[in-house]
């Protein structure tokens, strides 16, 4: 186990929740649930769940304890992907039945968690040498909602006017 984990509180369906997240991401899994034997500030014993799991390489914990403080932008989860294809089934996943598209690869889930789906290739993209290139791409994904690779590619390759 890892030293650092992210840990994210729901207020609440943390276990449908995880089980979304596992099923969109690759080389994802749940590693164990439980719940806390004895009373605790959020209720009776058996009333907090505690939901450790992977998503690719990345280890969290998920509490369900009722409400705390809401998610927010201080804490995303970044999603980089290879293919557009990937980019597509990730993003619409997340969206699924009730989140909320935000600006430059950003979304809000279901559950109030903030995500960024973003390309791999826009961070090769933005540490280009050719600054007015990165540029280009930067101020393309600017103007976005969901990072499409294609546009992305065209503002990179674009020449300068």
Known sequence: MPKVISHLWFAEKAREAVAHYVSLIPNSKVIRTSGVPAETPSGPPGSVTII???????????????????????????????TQEEIDRIWDGLLAD?????????????????????????????DDPDRAAAKRATEAMLGMIKLDIAGLERAFSASPT
């Not at 799991?53 to 970044?78: C, K, M, R, V």
């Not at 600006?103 to 791999?120: E, S």
């Open 52 to 82: 450790e799991f992977t998503l690719g390489d990345q280890h969290f914990t998920a509490l369900e304890a009722g409400p705390l403080d809401p998610f927010n932008h201080s804490f995303s989860i970044q999603v980089l992907c290879d």
């Open 98 to 126: 009730g989140g909320a598209t935000e600006q430059c690869g950003w979304l809000r889930d279901r559950w109030g968690l903030c995500w960024q789906i973003v390309p791999r290739v826009l961070i090769e993209m933005v």
